[in-house]
RNA sequence: GCGAAGGUGGCGGAAUUGGCAGACGCACUGGAUUUAGGUUCCAGCGCCCCACGGCAUGCGGGUUCGAGUCCCGCCCUUCGCACCA
């Protein structure tokens, strides 16, 4: 054994023996309870960084716990492959977006297998390979065939300048990132999954799914947001003729407070308008400008324009003008809103801005009818009564609603309806890097699916995207073709899927690696549904609710017997770093990597200042931040694996905080974890002969050694209880305590030697999850067998944690005032007299009676005087 | 703007879910070892006070014998918002 813990040749020898063994291979065993530990596939950006050493480790920890407690387990990994970065690396190297995918996953590879993972290889799969995308196409052709997918328009960021559409992220402040140009909204055709026909579904079974984090399930019902309304009409004449605009409000029981309508700059009516006002024409121009994203809209400046068209009240006649409003949106519900100033915020400020009248018809009992008022009435919108609304006064938000919708209905005018915020899913992508959407379009027999025997339709993987156009549409070899039903000459459909259509249902191929005929095979249904789901909070709504939603449809087309994808959910924190930058006077602000930074710390330990190491001068500290590349922060896993070793940055990365909650980067702190490792090897190192004579432990003790086995066997306890929750920061503590207990084990001999034995064993164990391969090493090393590994899990003994005295905190009115120690068996009037008859307790009480004594077994005894 | 989560020493965090606030680690201070730096080991370490003791879990209220934990109201930070993945 080497004295000093080297760990590139502690790690070499345990991943040549885990090669050499298949130790990761799953194989189905029908016999043995299945886990199926699965973590978020990597995007092949180029190299790993911290979040993805952080996903990985938690889900083999919990791999490598599950197989030592006896489950037969399946970790596999791959590569979502297909993406936009990829684009965008070849218009900056001129390299193809096929190359550069497949160069980076096998430099990530490496990497992940220098981490240890206990990952089965051999179901590697990458989104990007024919083998994997035509299936996705081979579904898409079933949704078609039931509707589930369809086609309508959808409006898109649109870069005048290079002709092409840009992705959210493309746009900033309103422009093109490569042009400049200004970005126009535009409307084209689409394909739509119609993931809102299972919205009741995928709402109600959020309830069964006790495995996932609350937040998330809340998070996913929001945006999911049910909500029960009416959808009503306001008649009006134009160009003499009857017609009605429709709307749609939650919100009913104001309906007599509506001052004016609002419809979106797209809405048919905003255009017939503007076809006499050149001025209302310029402005639906303007609202055309600037990006698509949700959030934008919901900040920027309200604005608005009548229209000079009037429609009358459903219920008063009285009439209301129409306005244009860059707040409304077309894409929603019907592109028109009834607004009532009074009693909503954004009406409110737009009928200010615009002297527009405010009508109020809630009474709020007790609040002032302030802007506030509103505000707080409008959180809990039960509250309050009609007024000022004719025969609805004094009716509750409830009977209100029923009253309006019956009036509506009477004349024909509305009903109540059931709403869903959530949108149907829009597929087409018009770019090249993505899996093709197999249709072909013919002049004479329109859209045409690609049979079945024909998939997969293949992307070209030469293709070089320059930023201008649909790359693939320039490609003649790829859209000229000949249509399936007539043969004539047509056209290739060239826009690609979503890449959220590929993560979609990634875990279910893991399953049935290698089959070529099928999606599917009967393997899915032993591994099935993925048991522990690990990834980053910032998938909790889109990529889990997609998931859901393309595993019910495979349900439906009876490729799986199962609706909920993932059992359990376990939403892992963002990886942090401090921010370090220079403004200079004029010019840029530079940001600098923290470790190129020297802090300086006070006598106390508080930070007084931070240097460049370059040039000794002070740099500003930018607080703490999301390792990114724009602020200059990321650590990169290699250094540090090649510092360290892999065992000190797995454990590190589940010392520093748990797994759901963001964590700190800290030079430190893995120098603390290093020494920890250290100091492990140097202790089973002093310990090894002792452990090679020693016997098991004898059944008498001397109290120093039962104090220190006792030690051990609470922390595996807690540990155990640790393990449960996922809070493996607890568990690695949890360690390091034993290590503790152990080195300051006193006495020499058998008993010691013993103990220290039993120890071993157990520290190793519960060690090896988090930091596989120096356990591996010692556990050899101490002629406990092969691997921790393939050893049981380690479980508290009752006989160990037995104790004959207790220690109970005592205090006089709450506040505590000292520590009794007494007999584990004391009764509750033993534990009263001692209380008072204590004299921390006689002090306290200054001579006053109890008047009540709480004892709270185990824990304390409260005197309250 | 809407939805969700989180604020505990100089720092990361712990507190078995209403029962000794600050486990474990980092940083820092003192000491030992070392030619020195580093390493390793020992001790100290929330704030105020000589001490008794008092004050402390973002801020302000409340419930309770007892609140970091429960309730109400503020403030701040982070994540998501449908074409980044």
Avoid at 405 to 416: F, I, M, P, T
Avoid at 771 to 783: D, N, S
Wanted: hydrophobic share 40%.
């Amino acid at each position: 054994m080497q004295d000093k813990y080297d760990p590139s040749t502690v790690e070499r020898l345990a991943q040549e023996h885990w090669e050499r063994s298949h130790a990761f291979r799953a194989v189905e065993d029908p016999a043995r309870p299945k886990y199926y530990c699965l973590s978020m596939f990597p995007y092949p950006s180029g190299k790993l960084h911290m979040g993805h050493v952080r996903n990985y480790t938690i889900g083999d920890v919990l791999t490598r716990h599950h197989r030592m407690r006896g489950y037969n387990v399946l970790q596999p990994m791959g590569w979502d492959a297909f993406g936009l970065p990829a684009e965008n690396a070849a218009m900056a190297h001129g390299v193809p977006p096929a190359k550069w995918t497949w160069d980076n996953i096998a430099y990530m590879k490496r990497q992940l297998r220098s981490l240890g993972f206990a990952i089965d290889w051999d179901r590697e799969l990458a989104t990007c390979a024919p083998g994997y995308y035509r299936w996705n196409q081979w579904l898409f052709l079933r949704m078609l065939e039931k509707g589930l997918a369809y086609q309508k328009t959808g409006v898109v960021n649109w870069d005048p300048v290079d002709q092409t559409v840009l992705a959210n992220e493309q746009v900033i402040d309103g422009r093109g990132w490569r042009t400049g140009a200004v970005i126009e909204k535009r409307e084209i055709p689409m394909y739509y999954l119609a993931i809102t026909r299972y919205a009741d579904e995928l709402l109600a079974a959020l309830d069964a799914l006790p495995g996932w984090p609350e937040r998330v399930k809340t998070m996913q019902a929001n945006w999911i947001g049910k909500s029960f309304g009416v959808r009503f009409a306001f008649p009006y004449e134009l160009d003499g003729r009857r017609e009605k605009l429709w709307v749609f409000t939650t919100r009913a029981d104001t309906i007599l407070g509506v001052t004016f309508v609002a419809v979106a700059a797209e809405h048919p009516l905003a255009t017939r308008a503007a076809k006499r006002d050149a001025r209302l024409a310029a402005f639906i121009d303007e609202c055309r400008r600037g990006s698509v994203m949700e959030a934008d809209l919901a900040t920027m400046d309200k604005k608005g324009m009548p229209t000079g068209i009037f429609v009358d009240h459903p219920l008063t006649g009285e009439k209301l003008e129409v306005w244009v409003g860059n707040y409304v949106l077309m894409g929603y519900g019907e592109g028109a809103v009834m607004a009532v100033p009074a009693h909503d915020e954004r009406d409110f400020h737009f009928a200010k801005k615009y002297g527009l009248p405010i009508r109020q018809v809630i009474d709020v009992p007790g609040e002032r009818f302030s802007l506030e008022a509103w505000q707080e009435w409008y959180a809990d919108k039960q509250r309050g009564h009609c007024i000022h609304s004719g025969r609805y006064d004094g009716l509750a938000f409830d009977a209100a609603v029923e009253a309006v919708a019956a009036d509506l209905e009477a004349r024909e005018l509305g009903s109540k309806r059931v709403v869903w915020r959530l949108r149907d899913w829009g597929i087409s992508r018009q770019r090249y890097w993505g899996c093709p959407i197999p249709l072909i379009h013919c002049g004479r027999c329109g859209t045409v699916p690609v049979p079945d025997d024909r998939l997969p339709v293949v992307l070209p993987e030469d293709c070089v995207p320059d930023g201008t156009g649909n790359p693939l549409a320039k490609r003649r070899d790829f859209v000229e073709c000949a249509c399936p039903k007539c043969g004539g000459a047509a056209r290739r459909e060239t826009d690609t899927m979503d890449t959220f259509v590929d993560s979609s249902w990634y875990y279910i191929r893991y399953a049935a690696a290698g089959n070529d005929a099928a999606m599917v095979d009967e393997r899915v249904g032993y591994w099935l549904p993925v048991d522990q789901y690990i990834g980053g909070i910032e998938h909790a709504i889109l990529h889990l609710l997609y998931s859901r939603f393309w595993t019910r449809v495979m349900r439906d087309l009876g490729l799986v017997a199962f609706e909920e994808p993932f059992q359990r959910l376990l939403t892992q924190g963002m990886v942090l770093n401090e921010i370090f930058y220079r403004k200079p006077e004029s010019g840029r602000i530079t940001y600098y990597n923290p470790a190129e930074v020297e802090k300086r710390t006070d006598d106390k330990g508080m930070r007084c200042a931070a240097v460049l190491k370059a040039d000794g001068l002070p740099v500003e500290s930018g607080g703490i931040g999301t390792m990114s590349k724009s602020k200059n922060n990321g650590v990169d896993p290699q250094a540090l694996i090649e510092r360290y070793g892999a065992d000190t940055a797995r454990f590190f990365m589940m010392f520093a905080s748990p797994p759901e909650q963001t964590l700190e980067w800290s030079d430190s702190g893995v120098e603390g974890s290093h020494r920890f490792l250290k100091r492990v090897w140097a202790f089973a190192g002093a310990v090894r002969e002792a452990v090679a004579s020693a016997s098991g432990v004898p059944a008498e003790l001397s109290a120093p050694l039962a104090r220190v086995r006792r030690e051990v066997h609470l922390n595996l306890r807690q540990a155990n209880h640790d393990f449960q929750k996922f809070q493996f920061n607890t568990v690695a503590s949890a360690a390091m305590k034993m290590l503790n207990a152990l080195e300051a084990a006193p006495e020499r001999g058998e008993g010691r030697a013993a103990v220290i034995r039993e120890g071993m064993s157990i520290l190793l164990r519960l060690l090896s999850p988090i930091a596989p391969h120096i356990c591996h090493g010692l556990w050899r090393e101490l002629g406990f067998g092969d691997d921790p590994l393939d050893a049981p899990w380690p479980q508290p003994e009752e006989a160990a944690l037995a104790c004959e005295h207790i220690e109970l905190v005592l205090q006089v009115n709450g506040k505590t005032r000292g520590v009794l120690t007494l007999p584990a068996s004391a009764a509750r009037e033993h534990i009263e007299h001692a209380a008072l008859a204590s004299e921390a307790a006689q002090r306290h009480m200054a001579g006053k009676p109890a008047r009540k004594i709480v004892v709270v077994p185990g824990r304390l005894v409260n005197v309250v005087v």
